[in-house]
């Protein structure tokens, strides 16, 4: 037990306590707690509670086979591979993307984000607010303001309120956001995500009907027996993947869990703002009682 009495432990704790009676226990620390109390308080009040809204998802195995493959079994492996590969970065550019964004936006949901849910006033004149110094900014930089809400305002929404997370070994997607409306962030979470599914569908299936029309033309004209074979397999594959489109099954993606809410705020962390205001006015005063006591010392 030699080492504890090389540590000599009542003496520390003495210097303790008289620290402790010097810097902290006192009216002015005692006044600073209750302050920051009170502060703690204002914060919680004036703070709007955001609830968690979250889907879990899952990529589809069957986006990259849609059709076969005229290159052979291998180049066949490497398309749905890739496919594969690439779903959930399509799936995420869809949902940041300014249709997708201009689609909720005819949907209505433009009126319950900036007009408050009154339907009767008009989606396209809904009047954007400017702060001063985006006045003071257009004033002296020569640019204008815009008057009204648009899909990029929407479209800068969802960047910026909806957040997305996929598993690196795996194939489950968090979709995710904070509202402080649970229903509207219900509703909204599961459109959206129906919306960006259904457009990589609806996309596709344009595309191959361009190529098909395109491949009708040059197979009018053609005169070669093996290139006239490849643009009929051409209209047959382009012709299958439209056929395995048209339908109400997820593409890039499908719902394990749908959205759901958290059962209370997950901000403000009303525990995290009164220890941390505590901690901070304590510390305050420690300092303002040292500084006080040693002023002679320091100066």
């Known amino acids: 037990m030699s080492f504890l009495k090389k540590i000599e432990i009542k003496s520390k704790v003495l210097l303790l306590k008289e620290f402790f009676y010097d810097y902290f226990w006192k009216k002015s620390s005692l006044n600073l707690g209750l302050a920051s109390l009170i502060l703690s308080f204002a914060i919680i009040q004036f703070s709007t509670p955001q609830f968690y809204i979250s889907a879990t998802l899952r990529e589809s195995q069957e986006s990259g086979s849609s059709g076969p493959s005229l290159g052979g079994g291998s180049n066949g492996l490497i398309s749905i591979v890739s496919s594969d590969s690439n779903s959930f970065d399509e799936f995420r550019s869809n949902i940041y993307s ?97 919306n960006a ?14 190529i098909i029309d395109g491949t009708y033309k040059q197979l009018a004209v053609s005169r070669n027996s093996a290139i006239t074979a490849s643009l009929a397999a051409t209209i047959n594959r382009e012709s299958l993947q439209i056929a395995t489109l048209k339908n109400d099954l997820p593409y890039h993606i499908y719902f394990i869990d749908p959205p759901y809410s958290s059962e209370y705020p997950v901000t403000p962390n009303t525990l995290a703002i009164f220890i941390s205001n505590f901690i901070i006015f304590i510390f305050l005063s420690v300092m303002y009682n040292f500084i006080r006591i040693h002023k002679e010392d320091l100066w």
Do not use: C
């Open 98 to 194: 300014y249709i997708i964004a201009q689609r909720m936006w005819e949907k209505g949901w433009a009126t319950e984000i900036y007009a408050g849910g009154d339907k009767s006033i008009d989606v396209n004149k809904i009047e954007k607010p400017h702060t001063l110094a985006d006045h003071l900014g257009a004033l002296f930089l020569g640019y204008k303001l815009y008057d009204f809400y648009s899909p990029h305002d929407l479209q800068a929404f969802i960047s910026s309120k909806v957040d997305l997370q996929k598993e690196i070994r795996g194939a489950n997607i968090t979709v995710s956001m904070l509202t402080s409306d649970q229903n509207f962030g219900l509703s909204f979470l599961n459109e959206l995500i129906l």
């Open 197 to 210: 599914d259904k457009y990589a569908k609806e996309f596709l299936i344009l595309k191959s009907q361009a």
